[in-house]
């Protein structure tokens, strides 16, 4: 069906406007060539529409494109984070055992130094006072020593007598050694073994004469004499114990005694 002639120039003048085709230049179209000019123009706007949603198309595809792959890399992203926290998580788990550990060993260090320490002193010679002098005794010493005193002082005489003899013999240069002259010869004496006793009172007589055992080794030595009915060496060990220790408690029991000689 053919449109009007002026309806045709009426829209080859509207599509002239719009492709910039002034009116004059419009009014000079007979009828084909309005619409040779309508399909042209057509064809124009149809080509910049597929262009336009080619492009819209391209940019959506690129966005979508775009999209996907910002997704991806936030997935790798979140990924990588969690195997970042698992892995701090398994670090800090390792380094909590391993300050554990070392706490551990150093305690265990700690306390194998101090049982060292506690033994190496166990065994260090140490230095005590003992009636009225100062050195220094092994621990074996000192405990050989005590127990020996501690037999005596039981009142069981014949096995003190054995103690502390075997500590003299085990013990040659001991600091305990006139004490356990002194107590060797007590025990011997509780035991009527007078002749035994007399020796070692007079070892501590004369090996430490300043010692503050020596005036009641006198003493001890003159009653061994008066036992074994040495009536003028026991006078005469009395006399000596006057002489020489003239200030002491033995002193005292020496003047009795020679009163009652006499």
Known sequence: MRLPVRRLRATALALAIVCGVGPAAAGLFDDDEARRAILDLRQKIEAVRADSEQKS????????????????????????????????????G???????????????????????EDRLRKLEPMKISWEGRD??????????????????????????????????????????????????????????DYKSALTNFRLLVQQSPDHQRAPEALLALANCLLELKDAKGGKKTLEELLSTYPSSEAASAARDRLARLK
């Open 94 to 116: 390792q380094v909590e055992q391993l300050t554990k550990d070392v706490a551990d060993v150093q305690r265990k260090q700690k306390d194998s130094a101090q049982s060292v």
């Open 57 to 92: 198309a391209d940019l959506q595809r690129l966005m979508t494109e775009e999209s996907s792959q910002l997704r991806r890399s936030l997935v790798e992203l979140q990924n990588q984070l969690e195997t970042s926290r698992v892995e701090n998580a398994r670090l800090r």
């Open 135 to 192: 050195f220094l005794v092994d621990v074996a010493e000192k405990r050989d020593f005590d127990a020996a005193l501690a037999v005596f002082r039981k009142g069981d005489f014949a096995v003190a007598e054995s103690l502390f003899s075997d500590f003299l013999i085990r013990y040659t240069n001991s600091g305990f050694r006139p004490s356990a002259l002194y107590w060797t010869g007590s025990a011997q004496y509780a035991t009527k």
